[in-house]
């Protein structure tokens, strides 16, 4: 009895089992098949092939290099500095071209400090005192510029006066920028060379237009219309795409970026692979008081007696912050399957809805469901012996009915 089983089942592995279909003559849920279907087709081919790319391989992990280069100058003529002559090596900072840089609008220069004795700045709360007691001679001055020497310097009885400190002696004045002095800053140019490689299809490129045309860089300016792959860009033009006019951000400085996206579709060649440029104002909030962007720096000069003194600028002007982004697709076998196998089991799914439909929800389907979900013919038989032969039974019925 048990190897009759046991060679039922065995024997059984060998059978091919066809899914059964029952025709319903249902036109709503014939419709609504064909609907589900055709939503998921036009999703499938709409969505994800055309839209989303979906038979192409990506490659989202790129490398780049930016170099920039500034071109400009500018002539101002202040009290302390007298005139000056700004070319990019004067005004951009750092000087060697990096994918972060400053572009000097304002300054103010203190020149001619030297190490010595002088009083506080009044805008160093530290540094107020009425008598020489509150100065106390070797302490440092908490956010000020030196080292208390014990004095106090008053103008008269009634005032508050300043400490005197070792210092830089003069301490930098109070300044508040009235407008930008570099005023034509917005005129200036930056070269921005970016080198970009996709290293899953061994691509590389670089934004600067390939032409013969050796004066073309000489001459063009980026123009979203009209130039959109020249490289060089004023910098009034990309303060003004951020949506910000140059000059009022010359005067207290500001933050600027800079995207390069690459979105490269390398199944339409190599030529057809471009960077679009895209700019925003990084520095936005509704607080006036965190506007702007400035910082100090000191150049140091040796005179004939070979004392040392400096020159300290404190500088205003626009950051712009270059970053570069992208990906880049080709056809590729592994994703279309994939993408086509998972089309194939949405497909299944609209008939999983169907069923569900009208098998619960239309009034004949219990008699659909009865059809369907069919038992063993002979319920009430619980013995193997005769379960094996209803089996057999149930095929020669099925071979009848199909
Ligand atoms: C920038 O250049 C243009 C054309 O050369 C000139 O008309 C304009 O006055 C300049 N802007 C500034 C602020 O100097």
């Not at 107020?128 to 103008?155: F, Y």
């Not at 009885?157 to 917005?186: D, V």
């Not at 506007?291 to 070979?306: C, E, I, P, S, T």
């Amino acid at each position: 009895m048990a190897g009759n089983l046991c060679k039922g089942y065995f024997f059984s592995l060998f059978d091919y089992k066809t899914e059964k279909y029952i025709v319903a003559k249902n036109k709503r849920v014939g419709v609504l098949y064909r609907l589900i279907q055709l939503c998921l087709l036009g999703y499938l081919i709409g969505w994800v092939f055309v839209s989303k790319k979906g038979y192409q391989e990506t490659d989202e992990a790129i490398q780049s290099s930016v170099i920039t280069k500034l071109k400009g100058v500018s002539v101002t003529n202040t009290t302390e500095s007298g005139l000056l002559v700004w070319g990019p090596e004067d005004y951009g900072i750092p000087p060697q071209g990096e994918a972060v840089l400053f572009v000097v609008t304002n300054f103010l220069e203190t020149p001619n400090q030297k190490l010595g004795y002088c009083p506080e700045s009044p805008k160093v709360l530290d540094g107020h005192c009425l008598e020489d007691e509150d100065c106390e001679e070797g302490k440092l001055v908490a956010v000020g510029h030196g080292v208390m020497s014990g004095r106090c310097l008053r103008k008269d009885e009634n005032s508050t006066g300043s400490c005197e400190i070792f210092a830089w002696c003069p301490i930098e004045r109070k300044f508040k920028p009235q407008g930008p002095l570099l005023a034509n800053a917005e005129n200036f140019t930056i070269y921005m060379k970016n080198f970009i490689q996709f290293p899953k299809f061994k691509f590389s490129k670089s934004n600067v237009l390939e032409t013969t045309d050796e004066s073309y860089l000489k001459k063009c300016r980026y123009n979203e219309e009209l130039n959109p792959y020249c490289p060089i860009f004023r910098l009034g033009d990309i303060t003004s795409r951020a949506g910000h006019n140059f000059q009022d951000m010359a005067t207290f400085g500001g933050s600027i970026g800079i995207m390069i996206q690459w979105d490269c579709d390398l199944d339409k060649g190599y030529s057809s692979c471009h960077p679009q440029y895209h700019f925003t104002r990084l520095d936005i909030t509704n607080k006036t008081i965190t506007v702007g962007f400035n910082f100090r720096h000191a150049r140091y000069y040796k005179d004939a007696a070979g004392e040392t003194y400096r020159s300290l600028f404190k500088v205003y002007g626009v950051r712009f912050n270059i970053m570069v982004h992208g990906k880049a697709g080709k056809f590729s076998i592994i994703p279309t399957a994939i993408n086509v196998g998972s089309g194939l089991a949405l497909m299944g799914a609209g008939a999983f809805l169907c069923d569900m439909v009208l098998l619960y929800l239309m009034k004949k389907g219990t008699s659909y469901r009865e059809r369907k979900f069919e038992g063993p013919r002979n319920m009430k038989s619980t013995s193997n012996e005769n379960s094996v032969e209803d089996k057999k039974d149930a095929e020669e019925q099925d071979d009848l009915t199909s």
